[in-house]
């Protein structure tokens, strides 16, 4: 037993200088905890950097820039005029002081509101919001892949208007397309045929059905919610199709999916860099740091405690 003890206070010891470390050099950031080697499974900053600076702004992709994000996602809607903006709903008022939705404003009426939500806002006072253009202009400056997902309640017919703005640039082999939009999807492989677009499915399941659309209509792969379970993304491999999983913020599922080989995840905070933000962002970052360490050091315990006791009762 005293040998046990002195295991037990072994890793103790290591443990306390484990966190001693981690304490002087600030933080240990959540991406690097889990050893994903670089380079394996893409990171897509969701919504731009969204744990650093407010979702679908140009602060959020400058975030996502100065980070270690392979890629950058936004959402695009149209306005009465036929600007293509950045933004998640089919209204201005969650994001703005505005209200009304965004087909039935022009893009001079937009700018006259200012974003007022979304994290870290106080840090910028009269933000506007982005067109589809000068969020490609910070992806190219950072070197990011461009993720850009079409709502499904936009008319195909107005595709074409995308494909110019695409088209246009000389990046625009980076460019990757999702929409929960079947008609959208394929208006985009038609106009685009080496344009990577991935038809986006819901936490309510994958049916063979939406394997088969992708699959027979040579889209490159799905878009699938994190919540589901792991034979959905062995059947959408198993139709040769890529995945992409949205959106993860924690760790444990981060790993699940690199070990079933997903090619990309969507993430709001995952990356090589603690957020910037007020205290309490700290403190819980460093919380989820601290607990990932913590339940790795009581499973290398476990695994200690039993092959020493294995040893004890085989002697």
Not at 73 to 79: A, K, N, P
Not at 168 to 192: D, N, Y
């Amino acid at each position: 037993m005293k040998k046990i003890g002195s295991l037990i206070l072994a890793l103790l010891m290591i443990f306390s200088l484990s966190v001693s470390a981690f304490a002087a050099d600030g933080h240990l950031s959540v991406y690097s905890s889990y050893q994903i080697p670089s380079g394996t499974m893409r990171m897509i900053a969701h919504m731009g950097y969204s744990a650093a600076a407010p979702a679908n702004t140009l602060p959020a992709y400058v975030a996502a820039g100065e980070s270690d994000f392979w890629g950058a996602e936004c959402d695009i809607q149209r306005t009465k005029d036929g600007v293509w903006i950045l933004m998640h709903n089919d209204t201005v008022d969650a994001m703005t002081d505005g209200t009304g939705k965004v087909c039935d404003l022009t893009y001079a009426e937009i700018m006259e509101l200012n974003v007022d939500a979304g994290s870290n806002i106080e840090n910028y006072p009269d933000l506007k919001v982005a067109t589809l253009e000068a969020y490609l202009d910070v992806c190219k400056q950072y070197g990011l892949h461009p993720v850009i997902e079409i709502k499904a309640n936009a008319d195909p017919e107005t595709m074409d208007e995308v494909t110019a703005i695409l088209s246009a640039r000389e990046e625009r082999e980076m460019f990757v397309v999702i929409s929960f939009g079947r008609e959208i999807c394929l208006r985009m492989k038609q106009l685009m045929p080496t344009l990577p677009v991935y038809y986006l499915v819901g936490f309510e399941g994958v049916s063979q059905e939406d394997i088969d659309f992708a699959a027979e209509n040579h889209l490159d792969g799905m878009d699938i919610h994190v919540f589901l379970p792991d034979d959905y993304v062995k059947a959408v491999q198993a139709a040769g199709l890529d995945v992409i999983i949205w959106t993860i913020d924690d760790i444990d599922n981060c790993k699940r999916y690199y070990k079933l080989g997903v090619n990309a995840i969507t993430t709001n905070s995952l990356t090589q860099e603690a957020p910037e933000g007020n205290l309490f962002q700290r403190i819980i970052w460093r919380l989820r740091d601290w607990g990932y360490q913590l339940k790795q050091w009581f499973v290398s315990l476990a695994e200690a405690c039993k092959a020493r006791l294995s040893g004890i009762a085989g002697s």
